[in-house]
């Protein structure tokens, strides 16, 4: 699904840039309709533009805004849907974009001069993917380019880099600064309340850590192939279960994987890994066991 959104996000931004170029050269106003009908704007709601909250987050302002939002939903949006499955990813993803346009309207109400400009961008429903990341776990190792040089910092840094930036820009807001720091803030509330009351449940101590969940640690690739896995999931509900043993020694190794394996792999891309029951915990356990003794 982070796929799906980064190809549709290009092809509007080709679209938005050929509809500008058009423009300025005809020097006809379509541009600026078009903004007026799909940027985010308090005008706009006004005027029964209700669609406007979804709109605006597939539009973007230049190629850098492009980029960077489009280089978090990469790095982090892939491995919040592959632990999740695509439906949550997306839930989260467009919840934490319409929320933060909504609370930078609000801010607009408050103070036109500094928040009321129209919001385009998909860096709230980023910022959410990327705030669930880090509170996933705070002590996970990112690194990161710069000035093309590699720095490894913990989630917990970036998270505190990031929310200052976007409170120092709320608290001294500039006319000139035309980032809308409301909507960042309303897309990190959105990732934090979800890992808390999502995944979490009753508080902060329902699940480890991540690299601390009681998962398979290795993930198979259809071929056989592993891959190692270090990602966020959500623990099994309490209780006491018992679960038979399936005697699969009969079956060949790729039997087992072509039968057993591939099925449970298929439904973790789909409803995420902590979809899975502890019948197919073990299997993965002893599919583990089998390349393991290879």
């Keep these: 699904m982070w796929g799906r959104i980064l190809i549709v ?9 050929a509809l500008e170029f058009q423009s300025a050269i005809r020097k006809a106003g379509w541009y600026v309709t078009y903004l007026d009908w799909f940027a985010l704007s308090l005008d706009g709601l006004k005027t029964g533009k209700i669609w406007q909250p979804l709109t605006f987050q597939f539009l973007h302002g ?30 989260v993803y467009l919840i934490g974009g319409i ?47 710069i000035f093309f040089i590699p720095v490894a910092i913990p989630a917990w840094l970036l998270l ?3 929310g200052a930036i976007t409170l120092i820009g709320l608290i001294a807001p500039s006319e000139r600064d035309i980032i809308a720091h409301g ?16 995944v979490r449940g009753s ?9 601390k969940v009681s998962l398979p640690t290795i993930v198979l690739k259809r071929g056989g192939r592993p891959a190692s896995s270090r990602n966020p999931s959500r623990p099994l ?9 399936e005697n699969h020694d009969d079956l060949s190794d790729a039997e087992f994987i072509s039968k057993k394996v591939d099925p449970i792999l298929d439904k973790i891309r789909e409803q995420g890994i902590h979809s899975l029951t502890d019948k197919e915990r073990k299997i993965l356990e002893k599919a583990q066991g089998k390349l393991s003794g290879k």
């Design 160 to 162: 505190v880099f990031q």
């Design 203 to 211: 508080g902060w101590g329902s699940i480890p850590a991540l690299g």
């Design 237 to 245: 509900r309490p209780g006491i279960r018992v679960v038979k043993e």
């Design 9 to 17: 996000l290009a092809i509007v931004f080709v679209f938005d840039t």
């Design 99 to 145: 929320i933060g346009g909504v609370l930078q309207i609000a801010l607009g109400l408050l103070s036109p001069r500094f928040f009321g400009h129209p919001v385009i961008g998909a860096s709230a429903g980023a910022f959410a993917i990327l705030t669930a990341f880090c509170v996933l776990d705070l002590n996970a190792r990112i690194t990161l380019l």
């Design 62 to 91: 230049g190629l850098w805004h492009l980029l960077g939002n489009s280089l978090i939903i990469f790095f982090f949006g892939r491995q919040i849907e592959s632990n999740f499955g695509s439906k949550t990813f997306l839930k």
């Design 183 to 198: 909507a960042h803030l309303g897309g990190m509330i959105v990732g934090f309340l979800w890992v808390r009351y999502y």
